[in-house]
């Protein structure tokens, strides 16, 4: 009964709700005593309610903010997802791993690998400036999230590396099922910090601060792949117009 009326609730929390009243309703329920893990979960269900309706704004911050760029890598790292969901399919459907698909898989798993920047700049200079503001549940669920993607990627890189003592059959197999689970968790997971963290964060915290964020994120570095047009310099970041 109590669960039923737990889900009942957060149901009613995300119709209609602003993304900061989603970080709020996640907070609340944790603090009465149900598990993150519980939360995630039921925010995983409920997702596809509050989807279409957090579409609206496209472009949260100008090139040079630290969430613009944040964004960006977003963006190629889920063409980097979809690129392998194909890759997989291409290598199944021709029967053997030829040199230009190991090459190409070679290629994404190098990016990947060099994803880590984006989520260490994520948890070691945003989250601890949205615990500041209070905002603690939401940055600790996209924490766990970011376990789950790094254990995927990992189970990835180990399949890649074991490929020629398998089966053909299962390799292909084993890989299709790993891009397609990768893909879901990118997907999911971008989708809720684009549309949720982002937009709290840019309504709690201030230019200034934003300002230390995108100095820490350069000394930080950034992933080969970040667009240096997202990158421009410190002096020339316009400050986001305010969350109404």
């Known amino acids: 009964m109590y669960k039923r009326q737990v889900k009942a609730r957060f149901k009613e929390a995300l ?51 630290p969430i613009h760029i944040l964004m960006e890598e977003h963006r190629i790292l889920l063409g980097l997802a979809d690129e392998l969901k194909g890759l997989a399919r291409r290598i199944g459907e021709a029967g053997e791993m030829e040199p ?34 209070g905002v603690t549940q939401p940055p600790a669920i996209m924490w766990m999230e970011h376990d789950r993607i790094r254990e995927a990627k990992k189970g990835l890189y180990k399949l890649v590396e074991g490929r020629e003592g398998m089966e053909f059959q299962d390799f292909a197999r084993q890989l299709d099922e790993a891009a397609s689970s990768l893909a879901e968790l990118l997907a999911n997971h971008f989708h809720k910090e684009n549309n949720i963290l982002f937009p709290v964060a840019l309504r709690v915290m201030a230019e200034e601060e934003w300002k230390d964020v995108r100095q820490q994120f350069d000394e930080l570095g950034y992933c080969c792949f970040t667009p240096q047009a997202a990158r421009v310099p410190l002096e020339e970041i316009e400050a986001p117009a305010p969350e109404p």
């Not at 979960?41 to 911050?61: D, M, P, Y």
């Not at 990016?111 to 945003?126: A, I, M």
């Open 100 to 133: 230009a698909s190991l090459e190409q898989l070679r290629h994404i798993e190098e990016h990947l690998r060099d994803s880590e920047s984006h989520y260490v700049r994520e948890e070691n200079v945003l989250f601890p400036y949205l615990e500041k503001h």
């Open 15 to 65: 119709e209609g709700a602003t993304p900061l009243e989603i970080a709020r309703a996640e907070e609340e329920l944790i603090r009465e005593g149900l598990p993150r893990e519980e939360v995630h979960r039921l925010c995983e269900v409920h997702l596809a309610l509050f989807r279409e309706a957090l579409e609206g704004q496209k472009t949260l911050a100008p090139p040079g903010h």
